[in-house]
């Protein structure tokens, strides 16, 4: 049983990653929180350079499970990799 609740808890702090990373994009810190917490998951870090490269990456945690996820925003200036 107890297997099962972490793999459930790996699913849903990816989830919960992924979709805090999406409102830092368009809502900064503030909205990443409120998303993560709507989620049930605690904000473990957030790393804001939407004005440097256009990222937005957020690490949250749900019990024993953690999850990162990084949002990338495409109307912002292209990154140097992406340059010929």
Known sequence: M???VQLVNNARSQIAADATALAGIYGGVEHATNIAK???ATPASFTDN????G????????GAASASAQ???QWA?????MNP
């Open 2 to 4: 107890l297997f099962s």
């Open 71 to 73: 949002a990338f925003d």
């Open 50 to 53: 939407r004005n440097t490269n």
């Open 77 to 81: 200036p292209a990154l140097p990799t």
């Open 38 to 40: 709507a989620n049930l």
């Open 55 to 62: 990222t937005f990456t957020a690490v949250v945690a749900i």
